[in-house]
């Protein structure tokens, strides 16, 4: 068994199994590449080689091949699907401050202002606010795009079967141009709300670093963002969420998270504080502001310092999510006892002063 580094898995198979020595075989010519799924995962620092198989391209056949072994903090060990090898091969190393739309050919279209509407009306057209582009066919490459969403911006997206999504700051979605007649899959780094077309010939699975969410047509949230607790919130429906060797089927009304490498029972919970960002806002009854501090940092990339004590400190009410974080943060200022000062992407906290 080997150990591999993470931080190029592709790359680094390809140029340590790239010789003239090597001899494919025909049928294995035109196989799929296939790379580390969890390389995407933070806290994962173990690989193990179990197995090899073939990777064609243009020039020459390299044999190359990966079966991880789990981390203990997500799914099951196994070979990784399609669209998660796009996706763990494609991250960008930065997130832009506009909306991006990465397209299938690698070609990337910016989008401006603060939420966008991306909509594929039919196969090969995208409708882009209003704008429409053609995205033509490419057997050669798989047909991926993807939508970055950066910090304090969202974006909604319809995708080829009519399911409707919304993206929230700080996400990255991966999905196909067309599903085609199997499993309708997406890869999910960040927080969505989905309404997914009902279609029970093809179920609609969300992948993230630690869960699947199977669904075949209901409306859900998903709360994936690197390094922190994910769950799923259930709206309207069933959903069969998997993580680690734990399966559970959830009601409406209900959230499971994933937890020490497993997940939690489900739990109820009140649905409009989960999915309100949807509108634009978030919603509170008596949230600790601790909590409160965390959900702005990953919307607005902000990094709180805290000095003073905020234990028993909670916030009620709905918080507008305005593009100036200032807003938002002096909303909170007024309705709590303390002293919010922001340093480019730090906010100190402090006790209120004395009057």
């Given at each position: 068994?080997?150990?591999?580094?993470?931080?190029?898995?592709?790359?680094?198979?390809?140029?340590?199994?790239?010789?003239?020595?090597?001899?494919?075989?025909?049928?294995?010519?035109?196989?799929?590449?296939?790379?580390?799924?969890?390389?995407?995962?933070?806290?994962?620092?173990?690989?193990?080689?179990?197995?090899?198989?073939?990777?064609?391209?243009?020039?020459?056949?390299?044999?190359?091949?990966?079966?991880?072994?789990?981390?203990?903090?997500?799914?099951?060990?196994?070979?990784?699907?399609d669209i998660e090898i796009y996706?763990?091969?494609?991250?960008?190393?930065?997130?832009?401050?506009?909306?991006?739309?990465?397209?299938?050919?690698?070609?990337?279209?910016?989008?401006?202002?603060?939420?966008?509407?991306?909509?594929?009306?039919?196969?090969?057209?995208?409708?882009?606010?209003?704008?429409?582009?053609?995205?033509?066919?490419?057997?050669?490459?798989?047909?991926?795009?993807?939508?970055?969403?950066?910090?304090?911006?969202?974006?909604?997206?319809?995708?080829?079967?009519?399911?409707?999504?919304?993206?929230?700051?700080?996400?990255?979605?991966?999905?196909?141009?067309?599903?085609?007649?199997?499993?309708?899959?997406?890869?999910?780094?960040?927080?969505?709300?989905?309404?997914?077309?009902?279609?029970?010939?093809?179920?609609?699975?969300?992948?993230?670093?630690?869960?699947?969410?199977?669904?075949?047509?209901?409306?859900?949230?998903?709360?994936?963002?690197?390094?922190?607790?994910?769950?799923?919130?259930?709206?309207?429906g069933s959903v069969n969420v998997?993580?680690?060797?734990?399966?559970?089927?959830?009601?409406?009304?209900?959230?499971?998270?994933?937890?020490?490498?497993?997940?939690?029972?489900?739990?109820?919970?009140?649905?409009?504080?989960?999915?309100?960002?949807?509108?634009?806002?978030?919603?509170?009854?008596?949230?600790?502001?601790?909590?409160?501090?965390?959900?702005?940092?990953?919307?607005?990339?902000?990094?709180?310092?805290?000095?003073?004590?905020?234990?028993?400190?909670?916030?009620?009410?709905?918080?507008?999510?305005?593009?100036?974080?200032?807003?938002?943060?002096?909303?909170?200022?007024?309705?709590?006892?303390?002293?919010?000062?922001?340093?480019?992407?730090?906010?100190?906290?402090?006790?209120?002063?004395?009057?």
């Amino acid at each position: 068994m080997g150990v591999v580094d993470t931080g190029n898995p592709f790359k680094d198979f390809l140029q340590m199994l790239c010789s003239d020595d090597i001899k494919v075989s025909e049928e294995e010519i035109g196989r799929s590449w296939i790379a580390v799924r969890g390389a995407a995962r933070r806290r994962l620092r173990r690989v193990r080689i179990l197995t090899f198989a073939t990777v064609a391209s243009v020039a020459a056949a390299v044999a190359a091949v990966v079966i991880i072994m789990g981390d203990g903090n997500g799914k099951d060990a196994s070979v990784p699907g399609d669209i998660e090898i796009y996706a763990l091969n494609s991250k960008p190393d930065v997130m832009n401050r506009d909306i991006q739309l990465v397209m299938d050919d690698e070609s990337v279209m910016t989008l401006g202002g603060k939420e966008s509407n991306i909509d594929y009306a039919s196969p090969g057209k995208i409708i882009v606010d209003q704008d429409t582009i053609i995205n033509s066919a490419d057997n050669f490459r798989p047909r991926y795009n993807q939508l970055i969403v950066p910090y304090g911006k969202r974006t909604r997206l319809r995708l080829s079967d009519g399911s409707l999504l919304y993206a929230n700051s700080a996400t990255r979605i991966v999905y196909p141009l067309d599903f085609g007649t199997g499993n309708r899959e997406i890869y999910v780094e960040g927080e969505v709300y989905l309404e997914v077309a009902h279609d029970p010939d093809r179920p609609f699975i969300v992948l993230t670093s630690d869960m699947n969410v199977r669904v075949l047509g209901t409306r859900f949230n998903v709360f994936a963002y690197p390094g922190v607790e994910q769950n799923v919130v259930l709206v309207e429906g069933s959903v069969n969420v998997t993580g680690g060797k734990d399966s559970q089927i959830i009601s409406p009304g209900q959230s499971v998270s994933v937890k020490d490498g497993g997940l939690s029972r489900p739990v109820a919970v009140e649905v409009e504080s989960y999915v309100s960002w949807v509108n634009n806002a978030l919603t509170y009854e008596k949230e600790p502001l601790s909590s409160v501090f965390s959900r702005l940092g990953l919307y607005y990339g902000l990094e709180f310092e805290i000095n003073c004590d905020i234990e028993h400190m909670y916030l009620s009410g709905k918080l507008m999510l305005s593009e100036d974080p200032v807003d938002v943060l002096s909303a909170i200022a007024f309705s709590v006892p303390v002293s919010l000062t922001v340093r480019g992407s730090r906010v100190i906290v402090a006790p209120e002063p004395e009057k």
